[in-house]
């Protein structure tokens, strides 16, 4: 039996129980208005998967209407192809508890950290080999400010050399690569759900629950600046440049800020709910973000309002990934490729700037909390509370992998080199599938 929730996953326990509410109110007003499109992108992935034997097994998965013997042929034929086997998976335990978070080292592509409600980060060396799994390291959180343990985000600065952690009771901490403990911030009076390095990694970034965003100087561990614009928990940040930053709230706003400025460049009004997650292209011209209200929107420093507005998901959308984009790509104007999840139990991929839907993803049947692309933008993975890990060909929106994991699915992150995956699971484990970029030949 699949376990429910964890009740101490702060933002995804509130989203659960908004999904709950809301389900049948939204379910109801959207289906007519996303039918249409819905309608044509199937007809239009329908049509590319009968090129391959694999890809039409997929399509047939996921379509409805299939039924009786010919469901369960295609089914049987759909395991066969793409069901990945757990010998083939390391598996990696220690957490005593769900395990939120995962980031892999930017340098050291083999080094993996993990965050749980257990109070503790651990880094991991992960082998080859599953018979190779060394003991991690553990960087104890405790003592806590409050009864709540979790460890709720973490991220690599650029050089690799340390890590920053969030906690539920609203501290952050510093650690070297080695596990030392370096700096312990407490500013926040509520839990952090999201923390990040600007790119020259001289500045830290935290957004709080307690409605406020905070600039801290890694180098002291002091506050370098603390941010008031919003009137309800902050759900994301990110940043545009080595100063300028990104932040969504549930009060539906989005606020552009400067490090060293008091005054907001930009409020962004127009999501009709909270705001879950933001990220600024690889370019740093374009914001993405989604929203309660099942839609995304693009913003430019340009334009008060949004320069496109995104439609087709049925239910919140949880979160967003930017497709990796080179400069060949821009050389080559290329389209700027989006990925978003959603609680509707489907990804989908974008041509963000017109706002057309290349791919709907069907092949989970729950919430889905996560998304990665792989550093050449060839492969895109997915994880959800169904327990699946999936894994698929961005080019034509066919499942190539599946991973049934012994738990639900908080995060899903590819290595620097592509070659590895890694899924924190409700099961107090992470799972790590290799040899991942050779998926495709």
């Not at 509130?14 to 509410?21: A, G, S, T």
């Not at 993996?112 to 003991?135: F, I, M």
């Amino acid at each position: 039996m699949r376990p429910p929730p964890p009740p101490s996953a702060a933002k995804r326990q509130r989203k659960e129980e908004k999904k709950r509410e809301k389900r049948s109110r939204k379910e109801d007003e959207s289906d007519n208005r996303v039918k249409e499109e819905d309608d044509h992108v199937d007809k239009r992935t329908s049509n590319s998967a009968t090129t391959t034997q694999a890809s039409a097994t997929v399509s047939a998965a996921v379509d409805s209407t299939n039924s009786g013997l010919r469901g369960e042929q295609v089914e049987q034929t759909k395991r066969n192809v793409t069901e990945i086997d757990p010998d083939n998976v390391i598996t990696l335990k220690g957490h005593q508890s769900e395990v939120f978070s995962c980031a892999w080292n930017p340098v050291v592509s083999s080094l993996l950290a993990s965050g749980s409600g257990d109070a503790t980060a651990r880094l991991w060396q992960v082998p080859e080999n599953k018979d190779d799994v060394s003991e991690p390291m553990v960087l104890n959180h405790l003592p806590n400010l409050n009864d709540n343990k979790d460890v709720t985000t973490l991220d690599w600065n650029p050089s690799g050399s340390l890590l920053v952690t969030g906690s539920y009771d609203g501290q952050a901490r510093i650690w070297t690569q080695r596990g030392e403990l370096r700096f312990v911030m407490a500013q926040h009076k509520g839990p952090i759900f999201s923390l990040k390095w600007n790119m020259r990694g001289d500045l830290v970034l935290s957004g709080s629950a307690d409605t406020t965003t905070v600039v801290w100087d890694p180098e002291t561990g002091e506050m370098k600046q603390q941010f008031e614009s919003h009137t309800l928990a902050i759900l994301d940040v990110d940043w545009m440049d080595n100063t300028t930053f990104a932040s969504c709230s549930s009060d539906k706003t989005i606020y552009v800020c400067r490090v060293g400025m008091k005054t907001p460049l930009k409020k962004w009004i127009g999501h009709e709910d909270e705001v879950n997650a933001v990220r600024w292209d690889p370019s740093g011209q374009y914001l993405a973000s989604c929203s309660d209200d099942m839609t995304t929107k693009i913003w430019s420093m340009d334009s008060d309002t949004p320069v496109q507005e995104i439609k087709g998901h049925n239910l919140q959308i949880y979160t967003l990934q930017w497709a990796p984009y080179s400069q060949r790509d821009s050389v080559n104007n290329s389209p700027r490729i989006l990925a978003t999840a959603s609680f509707d139990a489907t990804v989908r991929i974008w041509d963000a700037l017109e706002g057309t839907c290349l791919h709907v993803l069907r092949n989970h049947t729950e919430a889905v909390y996560s998304i990665s692309f792989s550093p050449d933008a060839r492969l895109l993975a997915s994880g959800s509370f169904d327990e699946l890990l999936n894994v698929w060909d961005t080019k034509d929106g066919t499942v190539i992998k599946t991973f049934r994991a012994n738990g639900g699915i908080f995060e899903v992150h590819f290595n620097r080199n592509g070659d590895k995956l890694a899924a924190c699971t409700s099961n107090k484990q992470v799972v790590i599938l290799n040899h991942m970029n050779s998926l495709l030949g």
